[in-house]
């Protein structure tokens, strides 16, 4: 059946009873598959990250990129925890990577706070690099939301 205007009209006017069937089976086209799912995980260390006595975040981290993924506990994170998983990694790379999609602008809010300064950007996300927490985000104590 070929669609057209007038096809559509005819169609809308007869309660659509004179459709053919456009394909037999309806099924959702995946974009990559389980295995290459996992494979993109490959080399990525995952960490949970505790504070109050329960999980509270969870890090993800492949050299010096880092991702800081927050539960929802209702507990803010305290500065010295998000400093403490900072610092592991720049006292071993020497600096810190991460990117935020640009419409997310609490988490650049965030980003900022604590030091790290964009880089770049792509068509979805700002990359940021921080080589050093600042004042407060380290070894000192009190809370920040992210």
Request: proline share 5%; net charge positive; charged share 25%.
């Amino acid at each position: 059946m070929r669609y057209s205007a007038f096809s559509l009209l005819k169609q809308g006017l007869t309660g659509n009873r004179g459709w053919t069937q456009a394909w037999r089976k309806a099924e959702p086209k995946l974009f990559i598959t389980r295995a290459q799912y996992f494979q993109q995980l490959e080399g990525w260390d995952i960490e949970t990250v505790e504070f109050g006595g329960a999980i509270g975040a969870i890090t993800i981290t492949k050299g010096p990129e880092m991702h800081f993924v927050t539960l929802d506990t209702g507990k803010p994170i305290p500065r010295r925890v998000v400093g403490a998983v900072l610092q592991k990694i720049i006292d071993r790379h020497g600096y810190s990577l991460t990117k935020t999609p640009k419409d997310d602008h609490r988490q650049h809010r965030f980003n900022r706070l604590i030091g790290y300064f964009p880089v770049g950007e792509d068509l979805y996300d700002i990359h940021y690099r921080i080589e050093r927490p600042r004042l407060g985000y380290q070894e000192r104590t009190g809370s920040c939301l992210s």
